[in-house]
Protein backbone atom coordinates (compact mmCIF):
# COMPACT_ATOMS: atom_id res chain seq x y z
CA UNK A 1 0.00 0.00 0.00
CA UNK A 2 1.39 3.43 -0.60
CA UNK A 3 0.43 6.48 2.15
CA UNK A 4 2.07 8.97 -1.03
CA UNK A 5 -0.56 10.78 -3.68
CA UNK A 6 1.95 8.95 -5.82
CA UNK A 7 -0.28 6.00 -6.17
CA UNK A 8 -3.21 8.74 -7.37
CA UNK A 9 -1.69 9.74 -10.94
CA UNK A 10 -3.81 12.90 -10.41
CA UNK A 11 -2.52 14.33 -6.92
CA UNK A 12 -3.74 17.56 -7.16
CA UNK A 13 -7.46 16.86 -7.62
CA UNK A 14 -7.20 14.03 -4.96
CA UNK A 15 -6.41 16.64 -2.51
CA UNK A 16 -8.83 19.12 -4.10
CA UNK A 17 -11.67 16.28 -3.46
CA UNK A 18 -10.58 15.48 -0.17
CA UNK A 19 -10.67 19.35 0.74
CA UNK A 20 -14.15 19.69 -0.36
CA UNK A 21 -15.52 17.12 1.57
CA UNK A 22 -13.73 18.37 4.52
CA UNK A 23 -15.45 21.63 3.68
CA UNK A 24 -18.70 20.27 3.83
CA UNK A 25 -18.23 18.81 7.42
CA UNK A 26 -17.18 22.26 8.40
CA UNK A 27 -20.39 23.58 6.86
CA UNK A 28 -22.41 20.77 8.74
CA UNK A 29 -20.52 21.31 12.02
CA UNK A 30 -21.20 25.41 11.90
CA UNK A 31 -25.27 24.20 11.49
CA UNK A 32 -25.35 21.58 13.62
CA UNK A 33 -23.05 23.12 16.79
CA UNK A 34 -24.24 26.85 16.01
CA UNK A 35 -27.50 27.56 13.67
CA UNK A 36 -29.48 24.57 15.31
CA UNK A 37 -31.95 26.36 16.41
CA UNK A 38 -31.28 29.42 14.48
CA UNK A 39 -33.89 29.93 11.70
CA UNK A 40 -31.28 28.90 8.79
CA UNK A 41 -30.86 25.58 11.17
CA UNK A 42 -34.65 25.05 11.41
CA UNK A 43 -35.46 25.55 7.99
CA UNK A 44 -32.53 22.94 6.76
CA UNK A 45 -33.34 20.44 9.43
CA UNK A 46 -37.24 20.66 9.17
CA UNK A 47 -37.68 21.10 12.75
CA UNK A 48 -39.76 23.08 15.09
CA UNK A 49 -37.72 25.69 17.54
CA UNK A 50 -39.49 23.41 20.28
CA UNK A 51 -37.94 20.15 19.10
CA UNK A 52 -34.77 21.85 18.32
CA UNK A 53 -34.26 23.59 21.78
CA UNK A 54 -34.79 19.87 22.89
CA UNK A 55 -32.15 18.46 20.94
CA UNK A 56 -29.80 20.96 21.02
CA UNK A 57 -27.10 19.04 22.52
CA UNK A 58 -26.83 16.22 20.68
CA UNK A 59 -26.63 18.56 17.91
CA UNK A 60 -23.50 19.61 19.12
CA UNK A 61 -22.33 16.55 19.79
CA UNK A 62 -23.10 15.79 15.93
CA UNK A 63 -21.50 18.77 15.26
CA UNK A 64 -17.99 18.18 16.65
CA UNK A 65 -18.18 14.87 15.39
CA UNK A 66 -18.20 16.42 11.62
CA UNK A 67 -15.17 19.16 12.53
CA UNK A 68 -13.12 16.01 13.94
CA UNK A 69 -13.94 14.69 10.76
CA UNK A 70 -13.19 17.99 8.77
CA UNK A 71 -9.69 17.87 10.37
CA UNK A 72 -9.07 14.32 9.57
CA UNK A 73 -9.28 15.12 6.01
CA UNK A 74 -7.68 18.43 6.42
CA UNK A 75 -4.63 16.89 8.31
CA UNK A 76 -4.46 13.87 5.75
CA UNK A 77 -4.04 16.01 2.48
CA UNK A 78 -1.39 17.98 3.99
CA UNK A 79 -0.02 15.46 5.58
CA UNK A 80 0.16 13.58 2.00
CA UNK A 81 -0.82 10.44 3.56
CA UNK A 82 -3.33 8.23 1.13
CA UNK A 83 -3.97 5.59 3.98
CA UNK A 84 -4.83 8.73 6.40
CA UNK A 85 -7.35 10.24 3.38
CA UNK A 86 -8.86 6.80 2.89
CA UNK A 87 -9.36 5.79 6.34
CA UNK A 88 -11.55 9.33 6.87
CA UNK A 89 -13.04 8.92 3.49
CA UNK A 90 -14.35 6.05 4.74
CA UNK A 91 -15.69 6.95 7.82
CA UNK A 92 -17.62 9.56 6.29
CA UNK A 93 -19.17 7.43 3.48
CA UNK A 94 -20.64 4.59 6.03
CA UNK A 95 -21.48 7.72 8.17
CA UNK A 96 -23.52 9.13 4.60
CA UNK A 97 -24.74 5.59 3.98
CA UNK A 98 -26.49 5.40 7.51
CA UNK A 99 -27.99 8.82 7.55
CA UNK A 100 -29.53 8.36 4.39
CA UNK A 101 -31.45 5.09 5.52
CA UNK A 102 -31.93 5.81 8.70
CA UNK A 103 -32.97 10.04 8.87
CA UNK A 104 -33.23 11.49 5.22
CA UNK A 105 -31.90 9.91 1.78
CA UNK A 106 -30.67 13.62 0.80
CA UNK A 107 -27.80 12.63 3.20
CA UNK A 108 -26.72 10.14 1.18
CA UNK A 109 -26.11 13.07 -1.75
CA UNK A 110 -24.46 15.41 0.18
CA UNK A 111 -22.76 13.61 2.62
CA UNK A 112 -21.47 9.81 1.33
CA UNK A 113 -22.19 10.40 -2.52
CA UNK A 114 -18.55 13.08 -2.62
CA UNK A 115 -16.78 10.93 0.07
CA UNK A 116 -17.48 8.05 -2.36
CA UNK A 117 -16.58 10.26 -5.20
CA UNK A 118 -13.11 11.17 -3.47
CA UNK A 119 -12.42 7.80 -1.74
CA UNK A 120 -12.33 6.03 -5.40
CA UNK A 121 -10.46 9.07 -6.96
CA UNK A 122 -7.75 8.67 -4.08
CA UNK A 123 -7.50 4.97 -4.11
CA UNK A 124 -7.07 5.19 -7.78
CA UNK A 125 -10.33 3.14 -8.83
CA UNK A 126 -11.85 5.66 -10.86
CA UNK A 127 -8.38 6.65 -12.60
Known amino acids: MMNSWGWCSMATICIWLIILVGFIH???MILE???WTKP????IFRQSPETA???RVLALNMGLYNGFLAAGLFWSAMAGNIII???FLSCVTVAG???ALTASRNIFFVQALPAMLALL???G???
Do not use: D, E, R, Y
Open 26 to 28: IGF
Open 33 to 35: SFL
Open 40 to 43: LGLK
Open 53 to 55: ALT
Open 85 to 87: ASF
Open 97 to 99: IVG
Open 121 to 123: FTT
Open 125 to 127: ILL
